[in-house]
């Protein structure tokens, strides 16, 4: 039986390792040196091997969200990891904190035929600093397919960025009735810093006629309490994965398409009060040692 599993993982302020010289950018971590940075490579590239365990296969795409440079993503496709033959794509982001989302595939599946990034500005007078979106095209199984990754601004400052989050999903959902005319398969992963019952977001899935043409099956998960990251105290699935289900079945031929926000017990904080909570790797600046302030998210195509 043929199956995939494709995912999305926030990695959480993935930057290089500071260096002393005055030129270098420095992450703004808190004492983000060579061992911590090559102890988090380690963790985020066992999450992979956490998930070949699980289910029996690596993913063989991933996007990512928060990479600070193309050496961390040269670092965890290095010999010894899991995903040490997938290609890279990534470009860097005017984002304010110089953080960027990215793709890795397996060569072997997937063929990539073009990729680019996309920027939507709200005000033309100011300086574009949010992170641009990852629109790639592949040939998958003889077949087209458009992955779409991205990151949406923030709700920090009392949701100071909403409008421009809002206007980002709208100008999306305009490039994506290009690919949709084509009748071509198309999948959204990123975070979205919405949950799935969002308004703007709940537009995202209709197109031009008002027709529902994308799937979001994290939308049942998070009514049943199934988060993918906290705010405070509250739980949020900001992570998501949307796609064309129709186009998915019928192009190639997938009977199930589960999805899943993988909180293995791995990934938990240790201790008894928050041990729902993803292990991070700082809570303010505190180093705390862990993966990610993020859960993955998984599509399994079966």
């Not at 033959?85 to 599946?109: A, C, G, M, T």
């Not at 005000?123 to 979106?133: A, G, L, M």
């Not at 990852?134 to 409008?163: C, G, W, Y």
């Amino acid at each position: 039986m043929s199956k995939e599993l494709l995912t999305f993982y926030n990695v959480e302020n993935f930057y290089p390792p500071d260096q002393d010289s005055a030129e270098s950018y420095h992450s703004g971590l808190y004492n983000w040196d060579d061992y911590k940075y090559n102890l988090k490579v380690r963790k985020i590239s066992n999450v992979f091997r956490f998930i070949e365990e699980d289910f029996g296969q690596s993913p063989s795409l991933i996007g990512l969200a928060e990479i600070g440079a193309k050496s961390v993503l040269e670092d965890l496709t290095r010999e010894n990891s899991h995903i040490n033959d997938y290609e890279i794509i990534y470009e860097p982001s005017q984002d304010s904190r110089n953080l960027s989302v990215s793709l890795l595939f397996d060569k072997e599946k997937f063929t990539l035929l073009k990729y680019q990034t996309l920027q939507f500005q709200l005000d033309e007078e100011k300086e574009f600093e949010t992170r641009d979106i990852l629109q790639a095209e592949f040939l998958f199984m003889e077949k087209k397919l458009h992955i779409f990754v991205l990151h949406l601004p923030s709700k920090r400052n009392q949701d100071a960025k909403k409008e421009k989050r809002n206007f980002i999903i709208q100008k999306l959902k305009e490039t994506l009735q290009e690919v949709l005319d084509k009748g071509e398969a198309v999948i959204i992963m990123g975070d979205f810093n919405e949950n799935p019952d969002n308004e703007t977001l709940q537009d995202l899935l209709f197109d031009k006629n008002g027709e529902k043409v994308l799937s979001n099956p994290f939308e049942k998960l998070y009514n049943q309490n199934q988060f993918s990251t906290y705010h405070g105290k509250k739980g949020v699935c900001f992570d998501q994965i949307l796609f064309t289900e129709k186009t998915l079945r019928e192009s190639f031929n997938f009977k199930k398409i589960k999805a899943e926000i993988y909180n293995s017990p791995r990934l938990k904080n240790k201790d008894n009060k928050n041990n729902n909570y993803p292990s991070r790797t700082y809570s303010g600046s505190r180093y705390m040692s862990g993966y990610s302030d993020h859960f993955p998210v998984l599509l399994r195509l079966l």
